[in-house]
C-alpha cells in the first residue's frame, strides 16, 4: 500500500503524485513528499523522478542506521533518529530519512511517524512567506530533538529514584537498575554525538544542496543549542550513575560492617554464657555459690542476665556510630 502525502508551500493542499515533475521543474514551488516504506512506487519515484543518488535510496531500505549527513549532486541526504521510550526506561529508536532539493524536501519511514504529524501540525499554523526547505528541515530536526526532552525528564526522576534507593535502602536490584540506566545513557549519546555534527554541519554558512536564499544557519543554531543541552545533561547523568555506584557500593560495605559487628557482639556475649556456664559445669566438689545454696541458680541466672544487658548497650551503641 502506497502513503504518499504532498504539501504545496502555497496552500498546504493535498496535490495529485503525477504534478511531481512540474513542481520539480518550477523556480518558485516548495513542497513536502512523505513517503512511507518505502515499498516499489516510492522506490521508483525516488530513483526516476528525484534521481536521488542510489547509495542514498539503499540507505532509505536499512532502518537500523545513526545520525548521518550525506552530500549528493543537487541534493544532501540525512539521516535522524527519533526516539520514545517504553517500559523500564527501555528506548525505542526509528529511523527518519530526509531528502532536501532546491525546493523540495522528501521524508522517508518505515511505520507511522510522530515527528510528521507534529510539523504538519506545525505547518498548518505557518505564515506562507516563513516557508523555505530551510524552515522545514528545520521544523522536522526540531520535533526530532524536542523528542528527547520527555526522555531525559524521565531519567532525571529514576535517577533521583535511584539516588535515595542507593542511599537508604541499597539492594540487588538497584545495582542492576543502575547498570541498565547506563546502558540505556550510552545509546542515547550514540545518537545524540553524530546528531551535533550533523546539525552543526548544516549550520555552516553555505551547504549545497539547498541554498534557496533563506540560509540555514539560522535555523540549526536552535536544534544545535538544544543538542548541547541534551548532551551536557548525558554527561552529567552518567557522571552521576558512576557516584552511585560508589555510593552504593559504600552504603554495601556500611551495612555489611554493622552485621559484622552485631555477629561480632553477639558472639561475645555468648561467649561469657559459656564461660559462665561452664564454670559451673566443672568436675568439683565445692564452688560459689555452693551447689547446695538455694540462691545459686538465681545468681547464675542474674549473672548472665547482666552479661546480656551489657552486650545489648554495646550493640546499640555501635549502631549509633554506624548511623552518624
Avoid at 530519512?97 to 507511522?112: L, S
Wanted: proline residues 4%.
Amino acid at each position: 500500500m502506497q502513503h504518499l502525502t504532498l504539501f504545496h508551500s502555497s496552500d498546504h493542499q493535498s496535490t495529485e503524485v503525477t504534478d511531481l515533475p512540474g513542481l520539480l521543474a518550477s523556480e518558485d514551488q516548495l513542497f513536502w513528499l512523505d513517503l512511507r516504506g518505502p515499498d516499489d512506487e516510492a522506490m521508483r519515484l525516488m530513483r526516476d523522478v528525484f534521481h536521488f543518488h542510489p547509495v542514498a535510496i539503499e540507505d532509505t531500505r536499512n532502518h537500523e542506521q545513526r545520525p548521518k549527513l550525506e552530500e549528493y549532486n543537487g541534493h544532501i541526504f540525512l539521516i535522524v533518529n527519533p526516539v520514545s521510550m517504553h517500559g523500564d526506561h527501555a528506548l525505542d529508536f526509528r529511523e527518519l530519512d530526509i531528502f532536501v532539493g532546491r525546493n523540495f524536501v522528501v521524508t522517508v519511514h518505515a511505520d507511522e511517524e510522530p515527528v510528521i504529524k507534529q510539523v504538519q501540525e506545525r505547518l498548518a499554523h505557518t505564515n506562507r512567506s516563513q516557508m523555505s526547505v530551510s524552515y522545514l528541515l528545520y521544523l522536522l530536526l526540531d520535533a526530532t530533538v524536542d523528542g528527547y526532552f520527555p526522555v531525559m525528564d524521565a531519567y532525571e526522576e529514576a535517577i533521583n529514584r535511584l539516588e535515595d534507593e542507593a542511599f537508604i535502602n541499597p539492594r540487588q536490584q538497584t545495582l542492576n537498575d543502575i547498570f541498565a540506566l547506563k546502558r540505556e545513557l550510552l545509546n542515547l549519546w550514540r545518537v545524540v554525538w553524530p546528531s551535533r555534527d550533523l546539525v552543526s554541519n548544516l549550520a555552516q554558512p553555505h551547504v549545497r544542496g539547498f541554498e534557496d536564499g533563506n540560509p540555514a544557519e539560522y535555523y540549526m543554531r536552535d536544534v544545535s543549542d538544544h543538542l548541547f543541552w541534551i548532551a551536557d545533561m548525558i554527561t552529567t547523568f552518567r557522571e552521576t550513575l558512576m557516584g552511585m555506584i560508589d555510593l552504593y557500593m559504600s552504603a554495601v560495605s556500611n551495612r555489611l560492617n554493622r552485621v559484622v559487628n552485631r555477629l561480632t557482639v553477639l558472639t561475645l556475649g555468648f561467649g561469657v554464657f559459656a564461660v559462665i556456664t561452664g564454670f559451673f559445669g566443672m568436675n568439683f566438689t565445692r564452688t560459689w555459690p555452693d551447689f547446695e545454696n538455694p540462691m545459686g541458680v538465681l545468681f547464675v541466672i542474674g549473672l548472665m542476665v547482666l552479661v546480656g544487658i551489657v552486650m545489648a548497650y554495646v550493640l546499640w551503641q555501635v549502631d549509633r556510630y554506624y548511623k552518624t
